[in-house]
């Protein structure tokens, strides 16, 4: 055995001499039976082990392990004298390994990853004839799957992990990841493929690990063909976008500036453009808090305000895309400056500058989220005119001229941002494969773009329009958009079903999302079922299931995850419906307050507003209209300068209530006025109170005679009013509808509708006091 490892050990022509399947094939033939087999399966179980360059010390470790005096195990069949001539060889090899800079060792690990590729490419024989078995297959496996073949099913993998996260396990992922390892150990993609898996998974600690693992993987092979110049600003750039999906502000940051700073010393443009996306959409989701990490606020003209900070840090980088003059940067930047708009108030770009000269604040109408929007949709949907074509052309073989034919000059791209339909958009270095996924990517953005719109015609009081929007997304994009988007899809469309149509429409919605995406961790989605589910606890006065949907609700928001501020809010806002349904008016008042105050520091206006009529809220539940007024006069001022119109309309309901508390006969001519709105587009909660809070008013400031000459006018409110709240499962406030409503048909003398009434009235007791 001796003699036989010192041949084996002496120096070749080169490192691939003898090849991996001639070493197997000798080891079987020299060792008895049984052993070459044994020797065999150990030489192909270590080189399976590589998986990046730090293994390679491992490895050395073992073999040292062999030198010692003692070892026990399956190595003490072949352990050398540490003075023997194999055991210095061990040694010297070692030790040489040992003194080796960490380059150098990258190059060995692609040296022996060339060398197993060579045994690859000679057939899978060449892997399984130690153990007698083929390659593992997998479902898009076959048993002898080439190299090439398995690159491509990987390069399709990667790009479909967005779009299909959710519809299978994370098990099937891995499955997925075990076969193509198993038959290609040393394809650098695999831990790609599952660190994509891992992060659309939520498991940010795999996902990680298994990035640097690829790019530790990768290491070698850049710096053997000379080329380095983009792996280590690519490798930067990959682990500040997956911070920014994570939501970790300080990781992103620290990334994304090592990747300017690499970026800019190679010369690298286009990592420099991908470093300005990132950021953008790391600024348009961060909370304003973070604002200090992404910049010096403390500087000279800064603003004075986080979010103001942001967004000046937004509209930056967009203006260097134009001035760069691309016009993918350029969408990108419309995109995520629509999405900053809808949480946070935005101020005209040159409003600093006319504050420092004394002249008039400009107006801000120009600037809304539905506008922004809109902006944002008509940038990617140029932007996809151009790109699409391209892509068609490229797959296509250009035409060739006849021949004698003058060549024709190049068409121009023209004086505009955007280049023509039949001009390429992207780099001439892009192989078709790249252009195809880059179409792709711009369709996604169209979709996301969609997404937005519906989000700000919510907002503006149009939540047909919202519903449509989203019913396109999930129509017209099913084979481009992303999984999450797909989610908050659905998500929109179950709270638009739950406002108009009831629980049961967002039941429909949502069991359709869980069967498209049954393994889905989406967060719009979880959050949007919560939500549901608080409001069917408070409404039926359950305070103990409230309280504790809204902990679970707050628990989606990760603590580390900076971008998570407006669904802390929400939880905290849910939090303080359930203390007033609870009647623990003093802790829902200190909630509302300090939650109030963390929304303006953060430019959430419409947040703010939000919290100012829960305040109204709590002070007209412990009886006291006079301290509600205030709040909410105020919240109906900020919500028209907001352009909130379902906000503002919401207010006017809570100002006509107090107001008429308080005696005032002129309340009911703002709520009037906020009638076409309120019944048309307003959730069924803000419109049940609309309607008792009409009839309220109406028998306040009707005479006797007035009532009995036209008493419709009082009790088709109210019996509205019931319904909805009926719907809403809020069998007490319709009890009370309807209690009313009986009193009006005694004074006026129906008798045969009173009894119709104060049965129903008996029926929504009785389930009031069920739930109790």
Not at 628 to 636: F, I, K
Request: hydrophobic letters at 50%; glycine letters at 8%.
């Amino acid at each position: 055995m001796g003699y036989m490892l010192l041949r084996y050990a002496k120096p070749g022509d080169s490192l691939r001499q003898p090849s991996l399947s001639e070493l197997l094939a000798t080891l079987q033939a020299d060792l008895p039976a049984g052993a070459g087999a044994w020797a065999g399966s150990v030489v192909t179980e270590q080189l399976r082990a590589l998986a990046c360059p730090d293994d390679l010390f491992t490895l050395f470790a073992e073999l040292g392990s062999l030198t010692e005096r003692g070892s026990g195990g399956a190595g003490a069949l072949i352990a050398p004298e540490p003075s023997s001539a194999l055991g210095m060889f061990l040694r010297h090899r070692m030790l040489a390994f040992h003194l080796l800079q960490y380059e150098r060792t990258c190059q060995l690990f692609t040296d022996l990853r060339a060398y197993c590729d060579a045994a690859q490419h000679a057939g899978p024989y060449a892997w399984g004839v130690a153990r007698g078995t083929p390659w593992r297959s997998g479902p898009e496996l076959g048993p002898e799957q080439d190299p090439a073949a398995l690159a491509m099913l990987l390069h399709r993998r990667l790009g479909a992990v967005p779009r299909e996260a959710g519809k299978g396990p994370p098990s099937a992922a891995g499955a997925l990841v075990a076969d193509i390892r198993a038959a290609a150990p040393l394809l650098s993609q695999v831990h790609l493929l599952e660190a994509r898996a891992a992060l659309y998974a939520g498991d940010a600690a795999t996902a990680v690990t298994a990035l640097h693992r690829h790019f530790d993987y990768t290491g070698g092979a850049s710096s053997k063909g000379g080329n380095d110049k983009g792996r280590l600003q690519t490798a930067l750039l990959s682990l500040g976008a997956w911070h920014v999906q994570l939501g970790h502000v300080q990781g992103a940051v620290l990334a994304l500036n090592e990747a300017v700073r690499v970026a800019q010393q190679h010369g690298d443009h286009t990592a420099l453009a991908h470093v300005l996306a990132a950021l953008m959409r790391l600024l348009a989701t961060a909370a304003p808090p973070a604002a200090p990490a992404l910049g010096d606020a403390r500087a000279p003209g800064a603003p004075p305000t986080h979010h103001l900070h942001l967004l000046r840090l937004i509209r930056r980088c967009l203006k260097r895309g134009e001035e760069l003059r691309l016009p993918h940067l350029v969408a990108y930047g419309r995109l995520a400056l629509a999405h900053f708009a809808l949480a946070h108030r935005l101020e005209p770009p040159d409003a600093h500058l006319r504050a420092e000269r004394g002249l008039p604040a400009p107006e801000t109408g120009a600037y809304l989220p539905l506008v922004e929007a809109g902006r944002a949709h008509r940038s990617v949907a140029r932007l996809q005119a151009a790109a699409m074509p391209a892509a068609a052309l490229l797959a296509a073989e250009p035409p060739t001229a006849p021949p004698g034919a003058q060549p024709q000059p190049a068409r121009p791209g023209g004086p505009g941002l955007f280049p023509p339909a039949t001009s390429p958009v992207f780099q001439n270095d892009m192989n078709a494969g790249s252009r195809e996924a880059a179409a792709e990517m711009v369709e996604g953005a169209m979709a996301s773009a969609h997404l937005l719109r519906g989000a700000a015609w919510r907002r503006s009081g149009a939540p047909s329009l919202a519903a449509a929007a989203a019913l396109a997304h999930l129509a017209v994009y099913e084979d481009v958009a992303s999984a999450e988007d797909r989610c908050l899809a659905y998500a929109q469309l179950a709270v638009t079903a739950v406002e108009r149509q009831g629980y049961a429409a967002a039941e429909r919605v949502l069991d359709a999302a869980d069967e498209e995406f049954p393994f889905a961790s989406s967060v719009p989605l979880r959050a949007t079922r919560l939500g549901i589910a608080h409001s069917r606890a408070v409404a039926r006065r359950d305070a103990h299931a409230a309280t504790r949907v809204g902990a679970v609700l707050c628990s989606l928001a990760p603590p580390d995850d900076a971008t998570s501020l407006p669904l802390r809010l929400e939880a905290e806002a849910r939090n303080v419906e359930a203390l007033i349904a609870a009647g623990r008016l003093e802790d829902a008042h200190t909630a509302a307050s300090a939650h109030f105050a963390l929304c303006l520091d953060a430019g959430m206006q419409d947040e703010a507003v939000r919290m100012l009529l829960l305040l109204a809220d709590v002070h007209a539940a412990a009886g006291l209209p006079a301290a509600a007024l205030p709040y909410a006069l105020t919240a109906r001022l900020h919500a028209q300068q907001s352009h909130a119109d379902l906000l503002a309309a919401d207010a006017s309901v809570r100002v006509a209530a107090a107001m008429g508390a308080l005696g005032d006969r002129t309340a009911m001519a703002s709520l009037r006025a906020e009638l076409p709105l309120l019944l048309g587009a307003a959730p069924a909660l803000a419109r049940a109170r609309a309607q008792l809070t009409l009839a309220e008013g109406l028998l306040a400031t009707a005479s006797a005679a007035q009532l009995a000459a036209d008493p419709d006018r009082v009790l088709q409110p109210l019996e509205a009013a019931a319904a909805l709240f009926e719907g809403l499962e809020d069998w007490r406030s319709a009890a009370a509808a309807l209690h009313l409503a009986a009193v009006v048909c005694q004074t006026v003398r129906r008798t045969a509708q009173r009894n119709a009434v104060a049965a129903g009235f008996c029926r929504m007791s009785a389930r009031a006091e069920a739930c109790c």
